[in-house]
């Protein structure tokens, strides 16, 4: 049985979920949220509980248990808390703001780049423009939103330079060797 398909998900007081043959949807405070689960599992409710539950033992039933059982949670954890993800910017003279709803990035480039967010995501700047948080309700937009934001300029490994998430750590390398002077 799989450890993550088989927990219950417990619903908050202002989540409404809605069952419909394999389509769930989730509405809250934050936003509403819907998503078709895979035929092999079937999702019940019982008082403020969700179940996930699976056809049979086959390989695939049992990959998609734990994946729709994850996917429903944060669809439920979404509309009540919502998401972040947040973004360093290391380097000289790389600055980050928010025009309107647009997020515009200084970093290193001849111009500055602008990035729209799609709906329901926010970015914040905080740290004097070096740290951004990209904040929403669907985990899958948030997290995309932020890796187009760190492919702008990814951190390199030589001096460190770019835009990294706030908990990732790049490995640096030793620059060139010198060989001493011409002979």
């Known amino acids: ?108 480039y001849s111009h500055p780049v602008e990035i729209a967010p799609p709906e329901g995501v926010q970015f914040a700047i905080e740290e004097k423009g070096v740290a951004i948080v990209v904040s929403g309700y669907d985990k899958e937009v948030v997290g995309n939103t932020a890796a187009k934001i760190r492919a702008v300029r990814p951190p390199e490994p030589y001096k460190g330079k770019g835009i990294r998430y706030d908990n990732e750590i790049v490995r640096r390398k030793a620059g060139k060797a010198g060989k001493g002077g011409k002979k």
């Open 1 to 108: 049985m799989s450890r993550i398909g088989k927990q219950p998900i417990t619903i908050p007081a202002k989540v409404q979920v809605t069952i419909n043959g394999g389509k769930v949807s989730v509405k809250g405070p934050k936003g509403e949220l819907s998503r078709e689960l895979p035929t092999q599992v079937s999702v019940s409710q019982e008082g403020d509980t969700l179940t996930v539950s699976r056809q049979d033992d086959s390989r695939v039933c049992r990959q998609m248990h734990g994946l729709s059982r994850t996917l429903v949670s944060n669809m439920v954890e979404g509309v009540s808390k919502g998401f972040q993800r947040q973004l360093k910017l290391q380097g000289v003279g790389y600055r980050a703001q928010v025009k309107g709803r647009d997020l515009v990035l200084n970093v290193g």
